[in-house]
């Protein structure tokens, strides 16, 4: 049995997250089967136990999440997780599938459909994430006419954008708007 380090906020969870709201309710998403079958795989999950009847339970997490990323007010983002919390039955174990994840923390009981153990996932480490940091690492792209939600594990902590393009972007912009004034 290896043992891994406990990752924390930093665990695929938060990143999985971020992934299924940008696919399920951004304008360019998509939520189809297959490419929910690959965001598990991208992230980590068991995809090969996704089952075409659970599609819209992962559009459904991603649609409740999507509040969560919008929240501006702590209390409200934390209203909204606790109301989470107390939805989903949780039952903490360590387990070891002798992979390379090594010793880890499952949240949901080893019965329970994929569904269910990755919204126990997904919303275990953001309450991790807002716990350390409270509103500041997560929100909506600051990107003119951008959707797409984001979540910052950096160090900095500085991220307000949901991809290096959408930065870049506004960054030129600004640039090219402060020349022309100049």
Not at 75 to 90: F, G, H, K, R, Y
Request: contains cysteine; neutral net charge; proline residues 4%.
């Amino acid at each position: 049995m290896r043992i891994s380090g406990y990752s924390g906020y930093k665990s695929h969870g938060v990143a999985a997250a971020v992934a299924l709201v940008n696919a399920v309710t951004s304008r360019d998403g998509d939520d189809s089967e297959d490419a929910l079958r690959g965001l598990l795989r991208d992230h980590g999950f068991f995809w090969h136990q996704f089952e075409p009847g659970h599609a819209e339970a992962f559009r459904e997490w991603g649609r409740v999440l999507r509040r969560f990323f919008e929240a501006t007010d702590l209390e409200a983002a934390v209203d909204l997780l606790n109301e989470q919390l107390l939805s989903i039955p949780m039952h903490p174990h360590l387990a070891d599938h002798g992979d390379p994840a090594g010793l880890h923390i499952h949240y949901a009981p080893p019965s329970a459909v994929l569904p269910h153990r990755f919204r126990a996932t997904t919303l275990m480490n953001l309450s991790e994430l807002v716990c350390e940091y409270g509103l500041n690492r997560t929100g909506v792209c600051a990107a003119e006419g951008c959707d797409r939600v984001y979540a910052d594990t950096s160090r900095s902590g500085r991220r307000r954008f949901c991809s290096e393009s959408c930065a870049n972007r506004t960054n030129v912009a600004a640039f090219r708007a402060r020349k022309r004034r100049s």
